[in-house]
């Protein structure tokens, strides 16, 4: 068995966060000579919870609840995503999320009251494309592209109301139960008025191991450059355990631990995956 999931998840964000093993883009063959029908596409639906805190380098905690649902087609080699977070922030900094789902701390009020707030966050959109193992001698590379459609409230403090657009490259390859992986992606941020955002560049590197024939563990680490003048760059240890059923259902827990200012101290959180076909 061989789980085709998304190997670097975001903190305190999971963004197309898991693929199943019937939607693996390298898993099977896919005969060209036949015409694309709805037969070939295959739908999922990812929803989860996520939880984090961290002082992102202020004098204060800020912890987030975050709900994520997230809808996923694949054809041949072809993916597409779209995922809408349900958001609960409580803290004095105001924390908001780029396209990757990392935080940007785009004001350090720590002497103001609690700022709670919540509400829909935007919508993330992704395409990606993966060149199968037998074209590349064994080794799988995946090319994604993302961006941010920034329809959550500027009120609410829930979104800078920019637009971001970035891109990925993430290369496998197989070792019996091992599939080590490295992921290379570059975000550029839209630059919301009155702050100073920086694009970002991200790194991580891990490895899935097929513990038995349901069962997948995943560990990485993750690096993430400043989003701005107000945060440090980003430096994380992610794991996670997936227990997979048949073709149609997989559930995963997972958590991070910050290494960094510029990433949570901590979170935790669990996905659900369905197939519909």
Not at 32 to 44: H, L
Not at 68 to 90: C, K, M, Q, V, W
Not at 218 to 238: E, I, M, R, V
Request: charged fraction near 20%; include cysteine.
């Amino acid at each position: 068995m061989r789980i085709a999931m998304k190997t670097h998840f975001r903190t305190a964000w999971i963004a197309a966060a898991l693929a199943l093993p019937c939607a693996g883009a390298g898993a099977a063959e896919h005969d060209r000579s036949k015409e694309v029908s709805f037969e070939d596409w295959k739908f999922s639906g990812t929803f989860g919870y996520n939880y984090s805190n961290g002082d992102y380098g202020t004098t204060r905690d800020t912890n987030v609840d975050l709900g994520l649902a997230t809808l996923s087609a694949e054809t041949g080699n072809f993916r597409f995503t779209a995922s809408l977070p349900y958001i609960h922030i409580d803290g004095r900094g105001l924390v908001v999320f780029d396209a990757s789902g990392n935080p940007i701390v785009i004001n350090r009020r720590t002497s103001a009251p609690p700022d709670p707030r919540a509400g829909w966050g935007d919508l993330n959109l992704s395409a990606s494309y993966t060149i199968p193992a037998a074209i590349l001698d064994g080794f799988e590379v995946r090319l994604s592209g993302i961006t941010k459609v920034p329809i959550a409230s500027e009120r609410r403090r829930l979104s800078t109301g920019k637009s971001d657009y970035g891109m990925s490259v993430d290369v496998s390859r197989q070792f019996g139960k091992w599939m080590p992986f490295v992921t290379v992606g570059y975000l550029s941020v839209g630059q919301a008025a009155g702050y100073t955002l920086y694009d970002t560049t991200s790194v991580s590197a891990g490895s899935s191991l097929e513990l038995s024939d349901d069962l997948v563990a995943t560990a990485s680490y993750d690096f993430d450059s400043a989003d701005g003048p107000l945060t440090q760059n980003a430096h994380s240890l992610f794991s996670s355990l997936s227990w997979v059923r048949g073709d149609s259902i997989t559930l995963t827990g997972y958590g991070t631990v910050g290494l960094s200012k510029g990433s949570p101290d901590m979170s935790v959180g669990f996905l659900v995956s369905y197939g519909f076909n």
